[in-house]
């Protein structure tokens, strides 16, 4: 099966800009989450959707950051206006539901798309 | 409060040896899972190996198992025989309930295995 769909890869922007990233998850796999990676550390969940409904959004910036995932498929992450401190690697994964806590809900990661805000 | 610690910022370990990345947990939850998951410098996150709480056995995914002692709340991820490509970050993770499941994650050990 194809893996999750990341892009861009590499971005760089200036402070104040705005950037937009895009996630295409696995086939069949209902929920959706956006990890912020700062360097040296692990991965926060900013969102998670379940099909196209918003699961958890706690630690989503809400005044710089937006989200969304039309007809429960692929999904788009914005930052507007960055800041310095949003450099990191920004990670989409996606999971089936069957089972909240089996093995078969393992977190499937796409390889990442890297912001660099000058 | 749901957590999970990594102590060990950096790990090296002699190849063909075996070496224990260390992983402690913090929840109230009775019900939950624990995952390892291994990062390359490629950067993809990669799955390695699960745990349920409710587990009686340790689990085992070939060169790699993890050693859960539920009352300790551990789960520190035993790899065995080391490879050069085992290099990389290594996480812990748990998936929890919090007004919907989620999976938070540890800040990772740096593994260098030496030729």
């Known amino acids: 099966e194809a893996g999750v769909a990341q892009s861009p890869r590499y971005k760089i922007i200036e402070k104040r800009q705005s950037v937009a990233f895009w996630c295409n998850p696995i086939s069949g796999h209902a929920t959706l989450y956006w990890y912020q990676q700062i360097l040296g550390q692990g991965p926060k969940l900013l969102i998670q959707f379940q099909n196209n409904g918003v699961v958890d959004d706690s630690q989503l910036p809400k005044d710089r950051f937006s989200a969304e995932r039309l007809k429960g498929v692929d999904s788009t992450l914005k930052i507007q206006p960055a800041k310095l401190e949003d450099s990191a690697v920004y990670l989409c994964?996606?999971?089936?539901?069957?089972?909240?806590?089996?093995?078969?809900?393992?977190?499937?990661f796409g390889a990442g798309s890297r912001l660099t805000v000058l | 409060a749901q957590k999970i610690t990594q102590t060990q910022p950096g790990m090296f370990v002699q190849e063909k040896e075996a070496v224990t990345l260390d992983c402690t947990y913090d929840t109230s939850d009775q019900s939950y899972g624990l995952f390892w998951y291994k990062q390359p410098s490629s950067g993809e996150m990669i799955f390695l190996i699960y745990q349920g709480s409710y587990d009686e056995q340790n689990a085992t995914e070939g060169r790699y198992s993890l050693n859960f002692q539920k009352a300790r709340k551990s789960a520190n991820l035993v790899i065995s025989a080391s490879q050069l490509g085992d290099s990389a970050m290594y996480f812990c993770?748990?998936?929890?309930?919090?007004?919907?499941?989620?999976?938070?994650f540890g800040a990772g050990t740096r593994l260098f295995v030496k030729a």
């Open positions: 993770a748990m998936r929890v309930n919090t007004g919907g499941f989620k999976t938070i």
């Open positions: 994964a996606s999971s089936p539901i069957r089972g909240a806590y089996s093995g078969a809900n393992v977190l499937t």
